[in-house]
Nanobody, 114 residues
Framework: VQLVESGGGLVQPGGSLRLSCAAS????????MSWHRQAPGKERELVAA????????NYADSVKGRFTISRDNAKNTAYLQMNNLKSEDTAVYYC????????WGQGTQVTVSS
């Protein structure tokens, strides 16, 4: 089982990034997917989640209206589109796959700074 995040980097406030999570080794279309983040000195928090078929999503209040989670089950990939980024979005972002157990990626750094 492998989850590989990509797309992180340094962006100015107000900018955008699109994170990708490429999955392998399990039946991707059967798993709910989510993105979490952890800032220095803080606990890991849920950012956004999507059901296995993509029919339902939910978001942390802090990112509603700015972030969009999606998935392409044909490509075994989940995405997180992040717009209007703020300095407080700076964190390591992790993708998670969950059905009866959870799998985690290694994380990708997102830094929002001028």
């Amino acid at each position: 089982v492998q989850l590989v995040e990509s797309g992180g980097g340094l962006v100015q406030p107000g900018g955008s990034l699109r994170l990708s999570c490429a999955a392998s080794g399990f039946t991707f279309s059967s798993y709910a997917m989510s993105w979490h983040r952890q800032a220095p000195g803080k606990e890991r928090e849920l950012v956004a989640a999507i059901t296995s078929a993509g029919g339902s999503t939910n978001y942390a209040d802090s990112v509603k209206g700015r972030f969009t989670i999606s998935r392409d089950n044909a490509k075994n990939t989940a995405y997180l589109q992040m717009n209007n980024l703020k300095s407080e979005d700076t964190a390591v972002y992790y993708c998670n796959a969950y059905k009866f157990r959870a799998y985690w990626g290694q994380g990708t750094q997102v830094t929002v700074s001028s």
